[in-house]
């Protein structure tokens, strides 16, 4: 339960195949994702239904030879063809953790890239069986997220923000507090 949501994930052996997000505690339900993985467990393609606007969007990824995961991004509404509208690539560090990501929106043909910084201390989800799989750009897999900053292709800062830390003596975080411009917000963890 995080801010009042909850997220239940859903398991074929050690591979994460679902999970559903809960608005409150007790319902009703926001979003539903389904993960399929290839024979060598690679997430190869990730399908999100939001039930609170009905839409639904579609990544497909495929693993290039350099290390980098390429994707198509679809979207559209729950139960209709979903078009192409995103491609771009992911990149990692030693860690495997996703230190860019560059996505071209396919009607404005307009690239984006966003760029990440970690700490060196362990994530919340470090221990959960099958995080490592998935391209979490929101928490990281192993280590903790410090800054994110999107660049257009004029070189221009479009969306920004940075995490500042409290760890427990295992290193792990107590608590988050994150900064977008001049506002501030903070999360404790309690494990």
């Not at 994707?71 to 491609?87: D, R, V």
């Not at 362990?122 to 997220?145: A, M, P, Q, R, Y």
């Not at 977008?180 to 903070?186: F, L, M, Q, V």
């Amino acid at each position: 339960v995080l801010n009042g949501q909850r997220t239940v994930y859903f398991y074929t052996g050690n591979l994460i195949t679902k999970l559903e997000r809960y608005l409150t505690a007790n319902g009703p339900l926001e979003l539903e994702a389904v993960f399929q993985y290839d024979a060598n467990g690679r997430l190869v393609e990730e399908e999100t239904k939001y039930f609170t606007d009905l839409s639904l969007a579609t990544r497909k990824y495929t693993y290039e030879p350099d290390g980098s995961v390429s994707f198509l991004a679809y979207s559209g509404e729950i139960g209709s063809i979903t078009e192409l509208k995103n491609t771009g690539k992911y990149f990692f560090n030693e860690d495997n953790e996703v230190i860019k990501v560059q996505n071209t929106n396919l009607s404005t043909n307009n690239m984006v890239t966003t760029n990440f910084t970690y700490d060196n201390k362990h994530n919340i989800f470090k221990n959960v069986e099958g995080w490592d799989k998935l391209f979490s750009t929101l928490t990281g897999k192993k280590h903790n997220i410090l800054t994110s900053t999107t660049i257009g292709a004029d070189q221009v800062v479009l969306d920004a923000y940075s995490n500042q830390y409290e760890y427990n003596s295992a290193g792990y975080p107590t608590s988050i507090s994150t900064t977008i411009g001049s506002h501030t917000a903070k999360v404790n963890y309690f494990y």
